[in-house]
């Protein structure tokens, strides 16, 4: 990675690291290897045992606790980050919430209460943490969310979350278009269906991932690893022409479907 995208100098969060197999693992591992010093989070007393591995992986200076849904735990992660470091160069948002019952029917079926609780966590949190960032970032920085190619076409089973990720990159159109002035870049970053503890909320998920390989050009469907790679970029500086952009890594997916 050193010698293709440097973040050596740069400091960054990733937020919703799950297990060493999720997407936000993958990309904490590529933004070390560029030279970049993190802090992560993890939901709770029961999901540490899982991220800490993680943490002490990337030598990661902090790892904080942060459920969005909890007051003040947000504002907490930012303030240690505000008095540990005094800057914050580049932020990964890699959480998404549904209620099991509203995720599994239909989204004209789904409750208010449901849809609301899975805008504001997969959604709005990234608008808050884009608000805790912003006076952190004072030389400008990245924000990068992670996002699905259902936002944009309707995927058999995807049901909630597809409007909820479709208003996730309009945040992110939005968001770019408010701090470009200060530097500070928006990026959804859409990954293909990688086979997580998250994925696995989704019905029928791993008949999903054989159509996706199917109609796939390569025939393979991407990892964690190069969906890091992506992620790496979109922290630095060098991808800041291509802000409010919704950035592909699917093999190649999303130009077949």
């Known amino acids: 990675m050193s010698g293709v995208i440097d973040l050596n100098g740069k400091r960054g969060l ?7 197999a999720s ?18 989070t993890y939901l709770n ?9 993680v943490s002490e992986e990337v030598d990661a200076k902090l790892l904080l606790p942060c459920d969005v849904r909890e007051p003040g735990q947000l504002e907490a992660v930012f303030d240690r980050i ?19 019952e509203d995720l599994h029917t239909s989204v004209v079926n789904s409750t208010a ?9 997969s959604c709005h949190s990234f608008l808050r943490m884009t608000r805790l960032a912003r006076p952190l970032m004072k ?12 936002a944009d076409r309707v995927v058999e089973n995807y049901n909630l979350m597809g409007p909820v990720k479709a208003a996730l990159e309009a945040s992110v159109r939005y ?9 500070i870049r928006a990026f959804a970053l859409s990954a293909g269906p990688v086979k997580t503890r998250a994925a696995s909320g989704i019905d029928r998920f791993d008949a999903l991932l054989d159509e996706v390989r199917a109609r796939t ?3 393979k469907l991407v990892d964690i690893e190069e969906i890091g790679r992506l992620a790496a970029f979109l922290a630095s500086p060098v991808a800041a022409p291509m802000s409010g952009s919704v950035v592909y890594a699917d093999n190649g997916y999303h130009t077949t479907a």
């Open 14 to 20: 990733v937020v919703g690291v799950a297990n060493r």
């Open 23 to 40: 997407i936000a693992a993958g990309c904490a591992h590529a933004f070390r290897a560029a030279g970049a010093e993190l802090a992560l």
């Open 45 to 53: 007393d029961k999901a540490h045992q899982w991220v800490a591995p």
């Open 82 to 100: 505000g008095s540990e470091w005094g800057q914050l160069d580049f932020l990964l948002h890699a959480i998404a919430f549904a209620p099991r």
């Open 113 to 121: 209460e449901g849809f609301a609780l899975a805008i504001d966590v």
């Open 139 to 150: 030389s400008g920085g990245s924000l990068i969310t992670v996002s699905f190619y259902g």
């Open 175 to 183: 968001v770019a278009a408010d701090l470009a002035e200060e530097g």
């Open 217 to 219: 050009p390569s025939g």
